[in-house]
């Protein structure tokens, strides 16, 4: 079992950054890949980024490649989204993910999830 608790959500600007945190407990973190997903109202869930159990395979959709990196510290049993470049179309609840597979973009793949953090770019 995995628990997932995002925090760093909150609005800003277009063309700021936020970084947004996600505390693993549980089951061992640094086994386990982990990706941040995104949702907003009336929109299917969507995948933003995935990073693999050691770090050294990261996953982006194309929408965020470039502005957005997932990084994760197995020490914290942390899983970071660094978000550059913020658009008005980048604003969703953002929502932490983990599964002991390889990475993967579909949500299904993906067994534990967090609540969510909002996060709103004003343009």
């Known amino acids: 079992q995995v628990q997932l608790v995002e925090s760093g959500g909150g609005l800003v600007q277009a063309g700021g950054s936020l970084r947004l945190s996600c505390a693993a407990s549980?089951?061992?973190?640094?086994?386990?890949?982990m990706a941040w997903f995104r949702q907003a109202p009336g929109n299917e869930r969507e995948f933003v980024a995935a990073?693999?159990?050691?770090?050294?395979?990261?996953y982006y959709a194309d929408s965020v490649k470039g502005r957005f990196t997932i990084s994760r510290d197995n020490a914290k049993n942390t899983v970071y989204l660094q978000m550059n470049s913020l658009k008005p179309e980048d604003t969703a609840v953002y929502i932490c993910?983990?599964?002991?597979?390889?990475?993967?973009?579909?949500?299904?793949?993906?067994?534990?999830w967090g609540q969510g953090t909002q996060v709103t770019v004003s343009s």
């Open positions: 993910a983990a599964q002991a597979r390889g990475l993967d973009s579909k949500a299904y793949e993906y067994r534990y």
């Open positions: 549980g089951r061992t973190f640094s086994s386990v890949t």
């Open positions: 990073i693999n159990w050691n770090g050294g395979n990261t």
